[in-house]
């Protein structure tokens, strides 16, 4: 783009000068007025994709429901996040009904942190073995392993980095796609 924008700068310039210039022998040269160089000026915005928490949260909601927290699976699993109750009572939420949780996106909001906190704390030896790192074909990442664990459980994130076994859930998302499809972005805030 930077190219782009210096060539047409030099090509404006040129132009407006274009009468200072000696004129070739029998070679017409046209003069492109400044006004056609300010206007036909096109600039594409660059998309700037953040690789912290929230985008991380908002990129799992989105694949995981399209972002809606009152969504319900074919399997039960709830909210933006398609949280199991068995996974909500594990992590604190036993008190929570499910028409509570659908109906508070805070509380969703919440779990999640909490699963991925504890998560992280189930995969620490992982993530400080393979993080940054190939293993059976796939680039590991802290993020990815935890997007991974939300999707099929830190046990088989676990047994994937041992074996290479491809878990996949109940509507046949593989594993590795998490993997790869969440890693690289920033989770030093969760502790």
Not at 13 to 30: E, G, Q, R, S
Not at 52 to 61: A, R, S, T, V
Not at 81 to 92: E, H, M
Request: proline share 4%; with cysteine; charged share 20%.
């Amino acid at each position: 783009m930077i190219k782009l924008s210096r060539l047409i700068i030099i090509v404006c310039v040129t132009a407006a000068f274009a009468n200072y210039l000696p004129k070739p022998i029998h070679t017409p040269i046209k003069v492109i007025p400044k006004e056609v160089c300010i206007t036909t000026l096109e600039v594409t915005p660059i998309k700037i994709v953040s690789k912290e928490l929230p985008n991380f949260l908002n990129q799992i909601g989105k694949r995981e429901s399209s972002n809606q927290y009152d969504i319900v699976n074919k399997f039960g699993y709830m909210g933006k996040y398609q949280f199991g109750r068995k996974t909500l009572n594990k992590i604190g939420f036993k008190h929570i009904s499910n028409e509570k949780f659908l109906s508070t996106p805070s509380i969703q909001e919440e779990a999640m942190l909490k699963l991925l906190k504890s998560n992280k704390h189930t995969l620490r030896r992982q993530i400080k073995k393979y993080a940054n790192t190939l293993r059976h074909g796939v680039y590991i990442t802290e993020s990815g392993m935890l997007a991974a664990a939300h999707l099929a459980g830190a046990g088989n994130v676990k047994k994937f980095l041992r074996t290479g076994k491809d878990k996949q859930d109940g509507l046949g998302t593989p594993l590795t796609e998490y993997l790869t499809k969440f890693g690289g972005y920033n989770l030093a805030l969760i502790n």
